[in-house]
């Protein structure tokens, strides 16, 4: 299936905005696979959200249209609560406290646990 303008700008901005945050960082990051996934499925969602849109633009039933807006709210919220998921930061960096920490631990106890 084709996807919609609406749901390629999407694609397209996340990628931008992992492009941009790999330029920062001097390294070309990728997507993981269950990002690949989420942002697919969050395409998915955009299209039919779209559908759904072109559908109510076109209802004259109240009945109709009252369970295409709900349907299209219930899309929008999921499509916000996937792009929470897509992260294109990078984890900060170790704290040299964090570093000394682990290595006490790993002396402490023999190189197990941590």
């Known amino acids: 299936m084709k996807r919609t303008a609406e ?6 901005a996340l990628a931008d905005e992992l492009k941009s945050a790999g330029d920062e960082v ?3 990051l990728v997507w993981s696979a269950a990002e690949e996934a989420i942002i697919e499925q969050i ?17 004259e039933d ?11 709210r219930l899309l ?4 916000a609560r996937q792009l929470r998921q897509v ?3 990078l984890p900060a960096a170790e704290s040299s406290t ?7 631990a790993q002396s402490r106890w023999g190189g197990k646990g941590a």
Not at 7 to 12: L, Q
């Open 7 to 12: 749901a390629r700008r999407m694609a397209k």
């Open 26 to 28: 001097g390294h070309t």
């Open 43 to 59: 395409c998915a969602e955009t299209d039919r959200k779209v559908h759904l849109l072109a559908l109510y633009e076109e209802a």
């Open 62 to 72: 109240p009945a109709l249209m009252v369970k295409l807006s709900a349907e299209v």
């Open 76 to 79: 929008e919220g999921s499509i």
């Open 87 to 89: 992260k294109t930061e």
């Open 98 to 104: 964090t570093v000394k920490a682990r290595q006490a």
